[in-house]
């Protein structure tokens, strides 16, 4: 490749690029550094709960205080963080239809061994009220933050700066990275819906479908995966 009069200057555009890609980059890593240090990592309902947290701050509040001090031209409307009353049924209808898919397949999945090791994230053996509510407002917060990263931060100023297909193609890449450690089974699964959450997000022009959809699916996997354990059960 002959680099020889490459235009090495920063110009007009490029930051709207940049930015979303490098904050997704430092803030997924931040998270799962921390979260997976050993005396974090132990399945405790404390420590759970602090990398759920963690996650909704450092992949959603930071990146997006980031994005709108660095790119003044966008609001959080335009990270999909609004209610677009033109797009409220087409919203309904993609949350129910997500839902009526991936919560029985989520059901289905967590009776794998192998789903196990890794779900339901809080290693207790007795599920009581307080621990179900505890377990739903984590996942709660941290999908928050994760959609507001990847379908929010990562979406629509690419959309703007390269168009739909390629950052589509960017966004689902980085999406399905993201699911690597948990198993390949979740790292493929990730492709078809990323795809999916991008294109409703983008039709819809919210975030809301993506956030709902994400949460009912995380909690049907959670409460599924605490169901199918036999060293587990609800009291």
Known sequence: MNTKGMNLDWVDGDMTIVLPLMLCLVGFSTFWGISKMKKINDGSVKNVL??????FFTMGVFPLIACLYLLPEYCL?????????DSTLDSVIATLILGALTMPL???????????????????KNWDRSLIIKNSIGWIAYLTGYEILFRGVMLFPLVDAIGVWPTIAINTAM??????????????GAIPLGIVLCFITLMTGTLWVAIVAHILMALANSFSSVYHNPEMKFV
């Not at 409307?77 to 009353?85: E, F, K």
């Not at 948990?182 to 790292?187: I, N, V």
Request: charged share 20%; net charge positive.
């Open 175 to 188: 999406y399905s990275a993201t699911h690597i450690p948990k198993g390949m089974d979740e790292a493929i």
């Open 77 to 85: 409307a335009d990270y999909g963080l609004t209610y677009n009353p």
């Open 106 to 124: 989520a059901f289905m999945t967590a009776r794998k061994p192998s789903h196990q090791v890794n779900y339901p994230q809080i290693r207790e």
């Open 50 to 55: 602090f990398s759920k947290f963690l996650g």
